[in-house]
């Protein structure tokens, strides 16, 4: 059975909302639009987003380090969204585990979105039903689309590459190799459901220094160090003179 | 969770409906096995029901408008009902209706009188299974709330508890002071009902409260974000207007305010009810239509504490609100 889903990767998001503005152009306009906007340049600016980066501190001064963090539906294996919803909108595709919501079908009840505990969905109040991320699903498997863009908005439009994209239940897909050699985890893994989206943690790069690393044992320096009492041992220099 | 009113209207209602109906049913089949006087079918039974029907049906009318559009109720309702395997939401849109219908038979029987002098009246078959499916409703609305795991105040057998009593309190308290106007005889068997029920509320509701109070939340902020570290500070949502995540799922009030809902709910959906009924039971009509519209309001603030109570664990990603 195949999974699609996203791994984002928290090492290299530098938090640019390159996906974000991408997801809403792309949906605004294709089958799961119009995403309204409400005083775009007033003071109090909102909208329907299927895509959202925060940005967390972690750590106490002088020890922080900012963590951007960009959230979409997580596509949840054992989605408590699907089952919850009355009409049979709100649904879970089998070819692809996608989980989509049918707006023809929708009542706007927000039943499912209570059942969502990452607050993945979104209501339009201007269309007056749930909206939530497609991963897509009217790029990835457009014909009229060369093959290298059949993939996500956000996907493509990331700076960083921080977004993958695949199939999580093929063992040998980039996503499945990323999740397994990196470090790949989900989010808020105690209620069960599976997230199909994974995140990849931050990872520093550290160098262990070892004394020794600094100071060689047996400088052939400290013999000739006329500052100092020279020593009467024999170093490997020696040797090879 | 944001207080929806029209959430808190359609409970509440048919709450009153239910347990007026439960009231009116229970003094039939008391009177059937001659505990009580029997009563005239058209002025008791038949108008007592259709009060119930009436608070029913405000009920539906308040549900709605908590649709995303009123005209999804003639184009789109019919759908809630086709996933009854898994959803609670749906198999309340099916008992609704259904109780309705049957409520309103049990009063059309009752008003033209049909059968009454048969062995068993087809009222009281009828009487049984509305009452069956009175429960079920109360069952179907109260699991909405109790089978959100995730929603830890609601996750509980207290929540149906809670419906059925808070429910069934309010229609005897109703049917108190409709049997001073219709049946007098019945007022004291009604208002010690109802002070019962009451009372029974107030221990459940409680409990609910005391373990509310208590609750721990499962998960944190550290498996949020799967970072592990003890200090996490969020320093942007990801919008400066709010969004539908902080609309939703916040009530936006300030903890003062909620706690005192909270008294004003124990006080006027309980105490002062108790006291009403307590003074009226002897058939006061002023005191008992009191009793009945003071606990109503009480409920009113019951159930917006209620939701305004719960705390979705998506709130873990909007901490800057
Ligand atoms: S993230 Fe939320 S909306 Fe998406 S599948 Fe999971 S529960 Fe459903
Ligand atoms: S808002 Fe729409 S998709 Fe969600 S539960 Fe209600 S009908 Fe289903
Ligand atoms: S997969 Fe598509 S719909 Fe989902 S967040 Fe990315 S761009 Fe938006």
Redesign the interface.
Known sequence: MTQLALVIDLNVCVGCHACVTSCKEWNTSGVSGPMFDDAPYGKDPTGTFFNRVQTYEIGCFPNTETLHFPKSCLHCEEAPCVPVCPTGASHKRDQDGIVLVDYDKCIGCKYCSWACPYGAREFDEHQKVMKKCTLCYDRIYNQDFPESERKPACVLSCPTSARLFGDVHDPESDVSVAIRERGGYQLMPEWGTKPANHYLPRRKTRKQIHAEDLVRVDNPLSKEDIRRETSKDITLDDWLM | ?HPAFSVIFLTTLIGVGQGMFLAVFTGESYAAVHLLPGQDSSAFYALGTAVALAFMVLGLFAAVF????PS?FIT??W?????WR?????RE?IMLPLTMFLVFLYAVFHYFGWGKDLAVPPTLVLGSITTAAVFGLFLATGM?YA?????REWYCSLTVINYVLLGGASGFTLAAAFSAYQAPELVTFYAIWAMIITAAGLVTRGASLIRNARIKP??TMQ?????R?T???????????????TR??FHHKTRAFLKSVKWIFLVLAFAAPLALLALGQGGNVELLLAAFGVQYVGLLFERWFFFAQAN????L??QTV
């Open positions: 969770m908590h649709l995303g559009k999804y789109r309702a759908r809630g009902i086709t996933q898994t959803s609670w939401l749906s849109l909405i089978s959100l795991k995730f929603i499962i998960a498996s949020a974000i799967g970072v570290h200090h996490i500070q969020q320093k942007s949502m990801g919008m400066m207007g709010g969004s539908y995540n939703e799922y979705h664990p998506q709130n990603y909007y």
